[in-house]
């Protein structure tokens, strides 16, 4: 397992890849229920103060998540860094 440091040394690196603030252009068309439910999971993935009460994110339907799945998927196709995603989800930590 690594420590919290050891993951941050990871991250910084990772960053630093020659190319890696080149920009990907990622055309999209999501409707205004996906546009919400994306900027909550975006909140809640930065850890960002949320109200109390109900999330939206929390009473989205399997189908919208898989939707969100989907973007994510893409952008990172399109960005050609799927490889490295997935690397880096395979990293103890």
């Not at 999971?41 to 960002?48: D, I, P, S, T």
């Not at 898989?66 to 490295?84: H, N, W």
């Not at 995603?85 to 103890?92: G, H, I, Q, T, Y």
């Amino acid at each position: 397992m690594m420590t919290k440091k050891e993951m941050e040394v990871v991250y910084d690196t990772l960053l630093c890849i020659p190319g890696m603030n080149d920009q990907v252009k990622v055309d999209l068309k999501l409707s205004r229920k996906n546009v919400l439910l994306l900027s909550q999971a975006v909140e809640r993935g930065l850890g960002l103060e949320e109200k109390e009460g109900t999330k939206y994110l929390d009473l989205a339907s399997q189908e919208a998540i898989g939707e969100l799945q989907v973007l994510s998927a893409l952008c990172l196709e399109k960005a050609g860094i799927t490889e490295l995603n997935d690397k880096l989800k395979s990293l103890p930590g």
